[in-house]
């Protein structure tokens, strides 16, 4: 289910690398207003879990969410799947701002979460996040999917981790979306809602960042945000930047935006530059204009070669069975739990700081 005009319902679809047997880890949908629940879903079922329930207020969205997924039972009772005790983790992608509030009662109940991004749109929330953890041993992951979900960035990470460009000093990431404003719920034009631009779309360029400088923390040096189209919506942020620098000297800037053009031949022409002291590595995610219509293209300039790969297909997305067996296992492999934490904290701080162009 990839809708390459559509980045909300932008769903990707692998091979089945079941990492499980059937009945070994069981999961649940709570909160269906992002389609990103799709991708999450898809990805958690291709490593071998069972979909068992879903919930959410709106009959709709669950009908659309059942004829995709026929195995899932819907129930209309949240409380059924928190009191499930077979349930191990329950994915949600409800409203942002309700988020957090789902994976505390999760927790609560002994069950793993799976949060889209962005997980948390106060620094309180994730503060208590942390507590919840520490005291329950459990997960609570985060769908950063412009990393975890792209063929061409995943191989970027193992071209970096081989030596293919030296150390990373500094990454440059674009993240614009189409708006498709007129399709689009009355909170996503809300910052209450969604935590603004930064929060939001942003904590898939932090998180990036990051990753790929090998970092454990960054400085959010400067940022910005705008509303320069959208006047019928005063509070509505449709433009981003920020610069950071990481604790191992790496710099970072990026921009989002709701800019996407209607010509484009896909939802945004999202793009990581990724500079090492060997090389650099350029990853065209979703489209290269004008060129190939097609997905997970990686450019590779070093002192050995220059080269271009087509990686849709050809990669996988290993995050998923990783964060099942982490869940299993207690262990770290998939994400660190401090690195999901802290990428939503600066995400945030970058928000909060953010000059309001006017």
């Given at each position: 289910m990839v809708n390459k005009k559509d980045g909300m319902n932008y769903a990707p679809e692998g091979k089945s690398n079941k990492v499980v047997d059937p009945g070994e880890f069981r999961i649940a949908a709570i909160g269906l207003d992002h389609g990103h629940i799709y991708g999450m879903c898809n990805g958690l079922i291709e490593a071998g879990t069972d979909l068992v329930y879903v919930y959410d207020p709106d009959p709709k969205k669950v009908e659309a969410f059942c004829n995709k997924f026929p195995q899932v039972k819907s129930v209309d009772n949240e409380d059924i799947i928190y009191n499930d005790d077979s349930i191990h983790l329950i994915a949600c992608a409800s409203i942002p701002v309700s988020r957090y509030e789902i994976g505390e009662k999760a927790l609560h109940h002994g069950k793993h979460f799976f949060a889209d991004k962005p997980a948390f749109i106060k620094q309180e929330q994730v503060k208590k996040a942390r507590r919840l953890v520490e005291e329950t041993g459990l997960k609570w992951g985060v769908y950063y999917s412009e990393r975890l979900h792209v063929e061409s960035a995943?191989?970027?990470?193992?071209?970096?981790?081989?030596?293919?460009?030296?150390r990373v000093i500094q990454v440059i990431g674009t993240g614009p979306h189409r708006a498709n404003a007129a399709n689009r719920p009355d909170w996503f034009f809300d910052p209450e809602y969604y935590g603004g631009i930064l929060c939001d779309i942003g904590s898939h360029q932090i998180e990036q960042f990051l990753?790929?400088?090998?970092?454990?923390?960054?400085?959010?040096?400067?940022?910005?945000?705008?509303?320069?189209?959208?006047?019928?919506?005063?509070?509505?942020?449709?433009?981003?930047?920020?610069?950071l620098v990481a604790d191992n000297g790496a710099t970072f800037y990026f921009r989002v935006d709701w800019f996407t053009p209607d010509g484009l031949g896909t939802w945004g022409d999202g793009r990581a530059i990724i500079l090492g002291t060997e090389g650099y590595i350029e990853i065209r995610k979703y489209i290269d204009i004008a060129?190939?219509?097609?997905?997970?293209?990686?450019?590779?300039?070093?002192?050995?070669?220059?080269?271009?790969?087509?990686?849709?297909?050809?990669?996988?997305?290993?995050?998923?069975?990783?964060?099942?067996?982490?869940?299993l296992n207690n262990t770290e492999n998939a994400m660190t739990q401090e690195h999901a934490f802290r990428v939503a904290e600066l995400s945030i701080e970058a928000q909060e700081k953010a000059m309001k162009i006017e």
């Open positions: 995943i191989y970027a990470s193992q071209l970096i981790e081989q030596g293919e460009i030296g990753h790929f400088a090998g970092a454990k923390d960054a400085k959010v040096l400067h940022s910005k945000v705008a509303n320069y189209q959208y006047k019928d919506h005063p509070d509505f942020e449709d433009f981003g930047d920020a610069t060129n190939h219509n097609t997905s997970n293209h990686l450019y590779l300039v070093n002192d050995k070669e220059e080269k271009h790969f087509e990686l849709s297909g050809k990669v996988g997305f290993p995050y998923f069975g990783a964060f099942i067996l982490d869940c």
